[in-house]
């Protein structure tokens, strides 16, 4: 059984940072497709982005592209989301994913059989 544990969530300012942890345990993390996805009070939970197995191949969602970077180390077991310039609109509940093993690269919420207690992210205008 995975388990997925988020981390580095918090309040900032508009146009600063955070970076968001997600550390595995169980299953087997390099064989998996790994992504980020929120969810904002009275919305359904949207996909951030996606990164593939080895870390070669990733995917991000529109409104975050060019501001938020996804990354892995297999050998911690850990995935990342970079988030720069952020915006209020970016409030939300930051999950962590995991999809079944040898996946594609997939964005909808259904593809992905695991997932993290999820980690506020606040950001004041």
């Known amino acids: 059984q995975v388990q997925l544990v988020e981390s580095g969530g918090g309040l900032v300012q508009a146009g600063g940072s955070l970076r968001l942890s997600c550390a595995a345990s169980?299953?087997?993390?390099?064989?998996?497709?790994m992504a980020w996805f929120r969810q904002a009070p009275g919305k359904e939970r949207e996909f951030v982005a996606a990164?593939?197995?080895?870390?070669?191949?990733?995917s991000y969602v529109d409104f975050v592209k060019g501001r938020f970077t996804i990354s892995r180390d297999n050998a911690k077991n850990s995935v990342y989301l970079e988030m720069n310039s952020l915006k209020p609109e970016d409030t939300a509940v930051y999950y962590c994913a995991g999809a079944a093993p040898y996946s594609r690269l997939v964005v909808t919420t259904s593809e992905y059989a695991y997932w993290g207690q999820g980690t506020q992210v606040t950001v004041s205008s």
């Open positions: 990164i593939s197995w080895s870390g070669g191949k990733t």
């Open positions: 169980g299953g087997t993390f390099s064989t998996r497709v």
